[in-house]
Every structure is written in structure tokens, then in C-alpha cells.
């Protein structure tokens, strides 16, 4: 897992008097219905939540007429919800856009430092149960994960090293890796490349990469797209079909794959703000990111609906999503590849007795 969860501090110098507003008990005054439309997450898994970050969070006297932990935690998913201004945010919790700033900041910190908890690979007997999972799908073996990145739009973030953010559909982003499981969970996420990076570098430099190489998964593989580097352990669709096998295996992998993409749509339709774009500093990005990867899984596995997201959300969601890495070269994958012999043994051995 490629975030470090002591690498942020929420805490913040005191700030001067504040003018009080009024603040809504959205938790009380809400229906259900109503809650679960402007916060994405319904009253159960928010209280949940809360028991676990709430000692982090909370403010150690109640001074200046402190936010509690549940307004900070309903203000952070307003802010995750509405397409990101932090000034619209403010304004209905009945805070200052300076303090809405400093809340999401502590508050997405809290989130992210339970990644240990909730996105971690399947090991033992889960394992098995997630490649069954997989093959149930569309008959691939050995699978136990589907790989892929995806674009977290953010503002321009300045500087010297502002383009680097700049991706190939020319707005500035987080190139963000993640493997998807069967159930739509992310298992492993990688939040810390600007959006110049090209998929295959991401993979290649990550801890999960690492484990790969190291055989901690032993025969078990990832599916990806043709922006990845063909592997043993990293499976890839052929880019040229020759017989009824091969087209079955690429059949087969391209469906099983999709999971991961299903899973971006899922995430970033829950949180708007992925695709409409975090107008924050450049440091909150990362924990945003993250707390909103620790919250899709919650939400998983509290059977959560799908939230409804506005047409321009959605249209921003699509475009977001359509910034494709560039093929790898196809003759680096040739049958003389050694990196090749697992892709062409599961065709001639396994889809060709299909």
C-alpha cells in the first residue's frame, strides 16, 4: 500500500475568535432519505464511522464553540459530495470557507490513517474464496485482482512542478493505481503520482509490485489493460487474435477486468468531488483521496446504495475515466517472452480445452 499513514498531521494553530452561526443538526433534522442524498452514506454507517475516528477528531475543550466530531465528519462528506467548494461547504454547515478547509484536511487524515483496516489484499483462505470469486465471472483462473488507474481531477497546483500534473487529456490530476475484487472493494491503492505518469511506471514502482515479484502470491494473478508491461503474474489481453482460443481468453480477460472499472464509476459517483475536481492545497489531495477509498469500502460492505448523481456529474465522471494510458509495445510481448510463458500456458492449456 503506497500511502503513508504518519505522513500527514491534522494539527492546526488556533485561529482567531469566530464569528457563530448557526448549525443545523443535519444527523437529527434529516429523514433517512434526505440524509443519505446529501452525505452519500446513510445514518448507520456514518455513526459507525464516527466510533472510529472520533477520539482523533475531537476537540479537546469545547472553546470558541468547536465544531463536534459529527458536525466535522458531516461537513468533510458534504464537502466530498458537492463538487468540492470548500466556500459552499462553510456555508451549510455554518462555518468559514478558512475553517470548512481545516476540518476536511484533520478529518480526511483521520479516514485515510484506517487504511490498514478496511483495503488490504485478500491472504489464506480468502484468497481462494476471491478467485473463485473471479472465475465465476468469466471462467478465468487464478485471478485475485483486476488493476487499472484512474484520474482525480484537481486545481492547477502552482509552481515549478505544476505540468507534471497535467495529464494527456490536458487537466491536472493524481494518476491514482488501484485493484479492484470481485465485489467492486478496493484491495490495494496507490494515491501519490501526478497525472503524467503512465500506468505501467505507477505498477512498477509500487509496493504491490514488489510482493508480486517476490512470489508472495505465488501462482495467482492480476488482470490489466494494454497500458501494462505483460507478466507472469500480470496478465494482459492480446492485442492480436489468431484462433478461437485466443479469442475466448481475451473474451474472458477483458470481462473478469472489468470489475476495476465498475469500481471507479461506483467510487467516484459516492463522492463527486473525484471527478468534478478537489479545489484544496496540493498536501489534502492525497488523504482526500484515500479517506474516500476507506469510505467506498465501508460502504461495501454495509451493502450501501448508490447514491443519485446530477448530469454533470455524471458527464464528469465519464471524462475523468476516459483518459487512457498509451499500449505498451506488443513486440516486448511476443511468445519468446519470458514474461509471456504464463499468458500463452493458460490459452494452449486452458481456454483452447474449452
Known sequence: MDYDVNAFSSDEEAGRPRIIRHRPNYFEELDQEDFFCRFRLSKNTVENILEQIEDTI????????????MQQLLLTLNFYSNGSFLRTTGDFCGVSKSTSSRVVKRVSVALANLLPIYIRMPEGDEINEIRQQFYNIARFPRCIGAIDCTHIKIQSPGGANAET???????FSFNVQTISDPNLKIRDIVARWPGSSHDAHIFRNSNICASFEQGHFGEHVLLGDSGYAIKNYLIKPLAHVTNAAEQLFNESQIRT??????QYGVWKRRFPSLAMGLRVKLETVQPIIVATAVLHNIACDANENDPPVHQEQERAIRFANNVNAPNMDELLDNRLNPNNRR????????????
Open 257 to 262: 477486468r472489468n470489475v476495476v472499472e465498475r
Open 343 to 354: 499468458r500463452y500456458n493458460l490459452i494452449n492449456n486452458y481456454f483452447a480445452q474449452l
Open 165 to 171: 500534473f497535467r495529464n494527456r487529456k490536458n487537466f
Open 58 to 69: 475531537s476537540h479537546p475543550t469545547d472553546w470558541n464553540d468547536a465544531l463536534t466530531p
